[in-house]
């Protein structure tokens, strides 16, 4: 029994992981030969509802019926539950389980290597045999299963590396449909139980005899309970783990508060241990360790590095950090050699602030904001191969321009930066710097005068050469425009909230899906609700208000992400705060994709964490609790289920996950939380397991 189950079992695993290699257009197993024809494949159809007319045209054709997991072959007695079990063999001895090898340590990405030749076909060859064969006394039909090595399409005897041979029964009496014999073997593949802990998904299969064991029907076609005699089951399980303590005992590191970029497999942050401040901390992914890698602010105050800016160019972070004699300065960290230093004290008496309101990469060389003396907050640049440092323009004398005046516009397009400055003269309005010849000027003077268009402030996107913004000319309020940056020109794009009110465009999100911009907007009437402009025929519209009326549902405050053509979001629905809806931008349907909030205060969705992992959606929500128990979720988008993943903080105070970074890493996403002993590095990983039965 046990020989028979290891042949069917090596052929159903080879012809099935072959099957989506071998799809066509049409869903089914690729064929060497069409329907009817001699040396043809496999055919695949859902149900046994699909099959065709078994016919001589047909006759020793197989297919594989999905929905019920079984083959079906086309005999002189009309289609037949393949038996692939043979003849019975005596049972072999189990074999001892093996000593589980020990997890090697990651090593280092290695760089993309070239495209690999396509790999070589696996062919099957069905041959329909007489009722005068030693293998079959009754007819059947023989598979030769193997690998097409020479890439003729056809599978030569020294390819054959398997032959099985599907026999039919004996003529029997007049009866129902079902099984040929009491020996055909039947498999039956489906999703573990919710409550075996598969989290992140698995599969279990079962095999058995159709023989009516434990109760069941024999010959019915039907894998019963009582018929099942193998079982293995997949099982992939989220784990949830504190990585380090930092801040040991009762204390919080706050890690990730300002900083954290990965770099390989090394996660670097700040943390506060409770004894040297917020400094710069290390944590190897591959071996799981962690240290803090400088004490930039000796003692027990803080440098706080990466408050303002952090960015990586090459093997070397550059970062803003205060070592409590120069003030706040950029810094650099060497992590091929580690060395660390200063790279500039731009303001003698004091804190420059480098990166505040804009920091941005163009080649070997950061642009960014800073402060001196003399000049206040301007536009500067450090070349990092070089090591010189430059004042980029003075746009505004002694006054400063603030360029990226608060975070709110600069975007690069080819060598040039387009930002937000002011002149001292025009107030606050679009710039922009050539990088390649270190020409400056006022691109766009929308509200003319001392006053501020303030643009950028809720929304810059760039789509293919023309930037989208929100800006206020004055007139209509705050509404969305767009500069090309090829023919120069500046317009109002739409005037949603019509009059002299904003309707502040991609306040809450703004998203790009093809050619069409999705965003937040406020007609005056409906509140704020979700808007699409369409760039290729500049038409605007409102996409759906799910909180009917002036109310608003602020879609995307909390959470927005785009998984395929489908937009995941967070809005206040009927008085609830924060739940999770999705708008799938193919056929424009919206719905609410899980409640499991307070009834009167939301579930808080998207609070902290928010992250796609494959096909699911972890995000911070309350669980159901009033008192705000923001732990860790997740949605998988593939089937629709939602799930509390772990309660790290066990009680109403919450874990809050990812409240001040996430990030991922493999298999492995890590991210700050909070138990009863304060806020440390966490992560969750994913655990595979194999069992037999």
């Not at 989290?199 to 019963?224: C, F, K, P, W, Y």
Request: proline share 2%; glycine share 14%.
């Amino acid at each position: 029994m046990k020989k028979v189950h290891a042949v069917l079992f090596a052929f159903l695993m080879m012809t099935m992981s072959l099957a989506g290699c071998l799809s066509g257009d049409d869903g089914g197993i690729g064929e060497t030969g069409a329907v009817g024809e001699a040396g043809s494949s496999l055919h695949l159809v859902v149900t046994a509802d699909e099959l065709p007319d078994c016919n001589t045209t047909l006759l020793g054709q197989i297919f594989f019926v999905s929905g019920e997991g079984a083959f079906q072959v086309c005999s002189t007695t009309g289609w037949a539950i393949v038996d692939l079990s043979g003849p019975a063999g005596s049972d072999g001895t189990n074999g001892t389980d093996g000593v589980n090898g020990t997890d090697g340590a990651n090593g280092e990405d290695g760089a993309d290597g070239t495209n690999g030749t396509d790999g070589l076909s696996a062919l099957a060859v069905t041959t329909t045999l007489s009722e005068i064969n030693s293998n079959c006394p009754d007819g059947g039909v023989q598979i030769d299963v193997g690998i097409d090595y020479n890439d003729n399409a056809v599978l030569d005897a020294v390819e054959i590396a398997q032959t099985t041979y599907i026999c039919d029964g004996a003529d029997g009496v007049d009866g129902n449909n079902g099984s040929a014999s009491p020996n055909t073997m039947l498999t039956s593949i489906s999703s573990p139980p919710v409550m075996t802990g598969c989290t992140a998904g698995g599969r279990v299969i079962q095999q058995g005899l159709d023989n009516g064991d434990g109760s069941g029907t024999a010959q019915n076609g039907i894998l019963e309970a009582g018929e099942v005699d193998y079982t293995t089951a997949y099982c992939s399980e989220y784990i949830v783990t504190q990585v380090s303590d930092i801040n040991s005992g009762s204390g919080s590191s706050d890690a990730g508060g300002y900083m954290s970029i990965l770099v390989g497999d090394r996660i670097y942050f700040d943390a506060d241990d409770g004894s040297d401040g917020t400094e710069l901390w290390v944590h190897d992914t591959s071996t799981g360790t962690t240290w803090q890698d400088s004490d930039i602010n000796i003692g027990s105050n803080s440098s706080y590095p990466g408050k303002y800016m952090e960015i990586l160019v090459g093997d070397t972070i550059y970062f803003d950090a205060d070592d409590g004699t120069d003030g706040r300065e950029l810094w650099a960290k060497n992590l091929k050699n580690g060395s660390r230093w200063q790279v500039f004290d731009l303001h003698l008496s004091g804190s420059s602030f480098p990166g505040t309101n804009m920091e941005i990469l163009v080649g070997d060389t950061i642009y960014f904001d800073a402060t001196t003396l003399f000049r206040g907050t301007e536009l500067w640049a450090h070349d990092t191969s070089n090591h010189s440092t430059w004042l980029v323009a003075n746009i505004n004398g002694a006054g400063g321009s603030n360029p990226g005046y608060q975070n709110s516009m600069y975007i690069l397009v080819g060598d040039t930066i387009y930002f937000i400055a002011t002149d001292g003269i025009n107030g606050y309005e679009l710039w922009a710097h050539d990088t390649s010849n270190h020409s400056t000027w006022l691109v766009a003077d929308i509200y003319s005068g001392l006053t501020s268009s303030t643009l950028g402030m809720t929304m810059e996107i760039l789509i293919g050469d023309t930037i989208y913004f929100d800006a206020n000319d004055g007139s209509d309020g705050s509404e969305l425009w767009a500069h090309n940056t090829s023919n120069h020109s500046t317009w109002q794009v739409t005037d949603i909230n019509i009059g002299s009110d904003s309707s502040y465009p991609g306040l809450h999100m703004n998203l790009l899906i093809g050619d069409t911009l999705y965003f937040s907007a406020n007609d005056g009437s409906t509140g704020h609700e979700l808007w699409a402009h369409d760039t290729s025929n500049h038409s605007t519209w409102q996409v759906d208000d799910l909180n009917s009326g002036s109310y608003s549902s602020f879609p995307g405050q909390e959470m927005s992400i785009l998984v395929d053509d489908t937009i995941y979001f967070t809005c206040s629905y009927q008085g609830s705060k924060s739940e999770l809806f999705a708008h799938n931008t193919s056929n424009g349907l919206t719905w609410q994709v899980t409640y499991f909030g307070h009834p009167l205060h939301g579930s808080s969705a998207g609070y902290g964490l928010d992250i796609l992992f494959g096909d699911v959606l972890f995000f911070g929500a309350n669980g159901g609790t009033r008192n705000g128990d923001i732990e860790l979720w997740a949605h998988d988008t593939s089937n629709g289920l939602t799930w509390q993943v772990e309660e790290i903080n066990i009680g109403d105070a919450g874990g809050r996950p990812g409240a001040r970074f996430g990030i991922i890493v493999g298999d492995t996403i890590y991210f700050d939380a909070r138990n009863s002993l304060g806020a440390e590095l966490w992560a969750m990983t994913i655990e595979h397991s194999l069992t037999y039965n």
